[in-house]
């Protein structure tokens, strides 16, 4: 986006006065802008209160008819995605906020939609999605359902057979398309917007021309319009433009010095809590830390134990898996669980069913029902996992914008791993597609204000190193330019026999240097004793 500047603002005026000049809309007399058909001054009322933004547009113009029609076509479109099948279309919700700008705490706007039903239906599926409604699951079945309670608390007035005849219409016209026929209909409804919002504007500055009103704030009236449709059409609504200076971040700093410091949660690991100060700062989020493996060392242990020691520190987590399933992704968390809190019978592969014997683990019910109360009582945070096969990064997006316009409380999302994503097409090479992922996923863990612990691969070239280094992560640099802290795990190398149950972390990168409570250390390499029975780190050395 160019950069608005107090010397362009007269410039575009000028150019805007010039075009009017050349088809002899205005003219020039007395050294004063007229209107070409004003031989007398006074303005006639009528023909400027035709000249309104509001009036301006003749019902029957064709131009006007079409971009109506095109853009309800693109809101039913968006809406139907939203509500058609039985399965949770929040991620779908999530990708047109996400393609608007909006930030998690932010609604899409209802000057968005050109029917008042649409402006209904876009404030309820909202509503689910935030959270803010007895049913969480967002589809047309559910809209209904929530529809057809708060009829009955009397907290609506309406009809439940029109709300749902209009809901199960708008979910079959989008039965049978794609995922692009989505992105192409947030497109269309943009740029249509936009044009709105540009037209509405021409009148304006014509109306004011004729009303001899200040050129300044016509200009700037203008200018306004015309970043707002830029704003519109570039995905950034929820972001302002203005440019801070120190009298206007005044407040802001002296309540960022004031207030009262949150402690930092602890992952449950020493050797990543010393990289991070002491652990995940609530109220420092947006960070990018990376955990670095080969196949089959024990990455995904690692940040299971680190996200499960975060929940059990009290933070909101939350866990999205391309490699394992939702079955295996809640079975080695509560494993952890189970080795923290003594359940023993409760390994991971037990819980998976892969047991030779069809039973229910000992202590299985008693362990849940631990676990609810620990988090009912606040002892405990949140947990949340999806499992999402053949996913790009715009898919994990989707969930984390998801995720906390849900549970605004969520302080750290893992993605495990990085590498196993789905390419995203338009890129000349992997390695640039993987940059731009990155660069992808980082800005979105810091608009939704979450820690990103990210699952990397390294390249074979570790394997023959004396140590991983930051040049080993695969791909691409920026993965490790960006991050705040990186580690690298290995089997250890040193040991007489070989044991997969020992592994040496590599403190790669620690922006921040490293601390365990007020002391400032340095530490090159920890060992890690690790149970896989319970995705549990059992020990550690440091050194």
């Known amino acids: ?232 059409v570039a995905g950034r609504l929820g972001q302002s433009i203005e440019l801070e200076c120190f009298s206007s971040e005044r407040e802001t700093l002296l309540e960022a010095m004031t207030q009262e410091r949150c402690s930092a949660i602890s992952t449950g690991i020493a050797a990543l809590d010393m990289d991070l100060q002491g652990g995940v700062q609530p109220s420092d989020t947006g960070k990018l830390n990376v955990i670095g493996a080969r196949t089959g060392v024990g990455k995904t242990t690692v940040g299971m134990a680190a996200a499960m020691g975060l929940a059990l520190h009290g933070a909101g987590v939350l866990f999205l898996s391309s490699e394992l399933s939702s079955r295996e992704i809640t079975a080695r968390a509560l494993s952890h669980y189970a080795y923290r809190r003594d359940h023993l019978a409760c390994r991971a592969w037990i819980l ?10 000992s202590g299985f019910e008693a362990m849940l029902s631990q676990w609810q109360q620990e988090r009912d009582a606040g002892v405990i945070g949140d947990f949340h996992s999806k499992a999402l096969f053949h996913a790009t990064a715009e898919d994990m ?43 992808l996923l980082y800005q979105a863990a810091k608009a939704c204000q979450l820690d990103l612990f990210l699952m990397a691969q390294l390249n074979r070239d570790a394997c023959l190193s004396d140590a991983p280094r930051l040049d080993h992560i695969n791909g691409t640099d920026a993965i490790a330019q960006l991050a705040t802290a990186v580690w690298l795990l290995e089997f250890e190398r040193n040991s007489e026999s070989f044991n997969p149950g020992v592994l040496q972390l590599t ?27 319970y995705n549990a780190i059992t020990s550690e050395a440091h050194c």
């Open 1 to 232: 986006m160019d950069t608005l500047t107090a010397t362009s603002l007269p410039e575009q005026v000028l150019g805007a006065v010039d075009a009017a000049l050349a088809a002899g809309t205005v003219v020039i007399q007395d050294g004063q802008l007229q209107l070409a058909a004003e031989a007398e001054p006074a303005a006639d009322d009528a023909l400027l209160s035709n000249l309104d933004p509001s009036n301006s547009a003749p019902k029957d113009d064709p131009s006007n008819a079409s971009s109506g029609e095109c853009s309800l076509e693109q809101e039913r479109l968006i809406l139907g995605f939203a509500l058609h099948g039985e399965q949770d279309n929040s991620p779908i919700w999530a990708r047109f906020r996400a393609a608007l700008g909006l930030r998690p705490d932010q609604s899409v706007p209802d000057s968005l939609w050109s029917l008042p039903l649409h402006q209904q239906l876009s404030s309820e599926i909202e509503a689910i999605f935030q959270g803010q409604r007895d049913l969480r699951t967002l589809n047309g079945h559910t809209l209904i359902e929530s529809t057809r309670l708060r009829l009955e608390r009397g907290q609506i007035k309406g009809s439940l057979q029109q709300i749902s005849a209009d809901i199960t219409a708008l979910a079959r016209d989008a039965s049978g398309l794609i995922a692009n026929d989505l992105q192409i209909a947030i497109e269309l409804l943009q740029s249509t917007r936009a044009r709105t919002l540009l037209k509405a504007a021409g009148s304006e500055l014509e109306l004011a021309l004729r009303r001899d009103r200040c050129i300044e704030q016509v200009a700037q009236t203008m200018l306004n319009a015309i970043e707002n449709a830029r704003a519109l």
């Open 352 to 361: 998976e069913g892969r047991g030779r014997r069809r039973e229910v683990a």
């Open 397 to 439: 997006i989707d969930a984390m914008h998801a995720a906390k316009a849900r549970n605004p409380g969520l302080s750290a999302v893992f993605i495990d791993h990085f590498h196993a994503l789905r390419p995203s097409k338009g890129y000349i090479n992997r390695s640039q597609e993987m940059e731009a992922r990155i660069l």
């Open 507 to 533: 403190h790669a990168k620690c922006r921040n240097g490293q601390r365990v409570g007020d002391d400032f250390i340095h530490c090159k390499t920890s060992i890690l004793q690790v149970n896989r029975e």
